[in-house]
């Protein structure tokens, strides 16, 4: 299946606030792992997919059509949107 053709540049821009998995590793006592929470994030990029499972946003795209640092958060995990243009 072909992707579909994209309408270069991207030119809509998104901050997405998202609620992440947190990790933690080593010897510790109970408390410091009942404490711990899911993290708060914002992103920030251009809008490259928008499905109704994740939204995929990179963050650089060059004259060429190329992109660069690309992250697809799922929808579950999203607090808000906040769209503008560039």
């Not at 992707?3 to 010897?27: F, H, N, Q, Y």
């Not at 997919?49 to 994740?54: G, I, Q, V």
């Amino acid at each position: 299946m072909k992707p579909p053709k994209l309408k270069l540049p991207l030119t809509k821009i998104v901050e997405i606030r998202w609620r992440d998995a947190c990790t933690m590793s080593g010897w510790r006592e109970a408390v410091k792992y009942m404490e711990h929470t899911p993290m708060d994030i914002t992103t920030a990029g251009y809008l490259l997919k928008d499905t109704e499972s994740a939204l995929t946003i990179v963050q650089s795209q060059s004259a060429d059509g190329d992109f660069n640092d690309c992250i697809t958060i799922p929808r579950d995990w999203i607090v808000s949107i906040r769209t503008t243009r560039r």
